[in-house]
């Protein structure tokens, strides 16, 4: 049996994610990971505490597959608390990650034929599991170091066969957030030829710009068309606990929700009861939690500016983005990370890597800060003398 010729053509010559590659490259030559997001500190003590209880004293048998009653009230109060949104449980599908509500989403609402618009960069999911659907992923590229969502190149490319826009905000890889102006304009334009926008707000709550996240469903006439995607995941730094939610309104919150119990039917139910308890604990668990990220975020920064390396602005994520031709360094993204890990020993994301068409940047380098103040530090040291030897003169 020729079994090549029967993998599906999205799969036939698929890599596996640059996350995963340059993970197990910083594993296998012991490198410092700066690349896969994630932090190493411990999660708020309260949610291990919750999950371990909910282990002993709770049922491990299946949930109701859109999600156990009490995350699902769990999440609109979150969300009502922290964002103002008024949302009922019945809106709400709790899935395994927003990996999954992504699938989830694009398989319920993509049909073969229909073009989706995909702003660059995009997280290196959406395109396959749009073709993956059947449809046709169009690109619009975001432009740095601002990366702001241009409402007039998505009207231009709207045609007939568009029926949806996949959105990241705030942005990952960048770390930027949409102003109000950005996402009006969007909404404008949704609104106007008819869109759906699967919004992915996994980012929601990790800002440092003291500002609080306005989601695109909040602006008129998205509410019907929108689905908002969020992931416990990254609220906690609880990466691989894989608990995400999507969330929309009648037909489409109908839709999902098959989608979903044909992907998983339902996720790991004592990590979702810890879940539920953190989303109720008061706000200062996440600031305290914020103000640690905020430092690291400070820290390396300011270790890599000295160490000569051009730092772009951010607002948001767990990412900094260097621009390394402002950094007087010419070689491309790929070659400073793959050179990065194997010779200095720290390993990072080459923002191309999240780009799909033309028009992709090749001097853009990602790296993750959310680790203890010695791993940035002697990180920082490895980068300082990586680009001495990249660039003796300067
Ligand atoms: N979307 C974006 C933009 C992300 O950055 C990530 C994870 N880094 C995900 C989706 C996936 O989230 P999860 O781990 O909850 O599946
Ligand atoms: N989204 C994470 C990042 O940006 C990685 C997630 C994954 O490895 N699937 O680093």
Known sequence: MKTAGRIHPVYADMERTVFDRMSALAREHGAINLGQGFPDGLPPPALIEAASRALHEKSSQYPPGAGLPELREAICGYYARRQGLALSPEQVTVTSGATEALAAAVFALVKPGNEVILFQPAYDAYAPLVRRAGGIPVSIPLS????????????????????????????????????????????????????????????EDVRFDGMPHRSLMSFP??????????????????????????????????????????????????????????????????????????????????????????????????????????????????????????????????????????????????????????????????????????????
């Not at 231009?156 to 996949?166: G, I, S």
């Not at 404008?188 to 869109?195: F, N, Y």
């Not at 308890?277 to 500016?305: F, H, I, N």
């Open 144 to 203: 740095p170091p601002d990366f702001r969502y241009p409402a007039e190149a998505l009207a231009a490319a709207v045609m007939p066969q568009t029926r949806a826009v996949m959105l990241n905000d705030p942005l990952n890889p960048a770390g930027t957030v949409a102003s109000y102006e950005e996402l009006s304009g969007l909404a404008q334009v949704c609104a106007a030829h008819d869109l759906i926008a699967i919004c992915d707000e996994v980012w």
């Open 221 to 394: 006439d998205m509410a019907e068309r929108t689905v908002k995607i969020g992931s416990a995941g990254k609220i906690f730094g609880l990466t691989g606990w894989k608990i995400g939610w999507m969330i929309a309104s009648g037909h489409l919150a109908t839709a999902l929700s098959r989608a979903h119990q044909f992907l998983t039917f339902s996720t790991a139910v004592p990590l979702q009861w810890a879940v539920a308890e953190g989303l109720l604990l008061p706000d200062t668990v996440l600031d305290e939690q914020r103000a640690e990220w905020a430092a690291s975020r400070a820290r390396l920064k300011a270790g890599l500016t000295e160490a000569g390396y051009m730092v772009l602005p951010n607002a948001a994520t767990w990412f900094l983005t260097v621009d390394l031709a402002a950094s007087g360094l010419a070689l491309k993204d790929s070659a400073f990370s793959e050179r990065a890990v194997l010779e200095a020993g720290v390993a990072t994301v080459p923002v191309s890597a999240l780009y799909q068409g033309d028009q992709v940047p090749e001097h853009l380098v990602r790296f993750c800060f959310t680790k203890p103040d010695g791993v940035l530090d002697e990180a920082v040291q490895r980068l300082s003398e990586f680009k001495k030897e990249l660039s003796p003169g300067g």
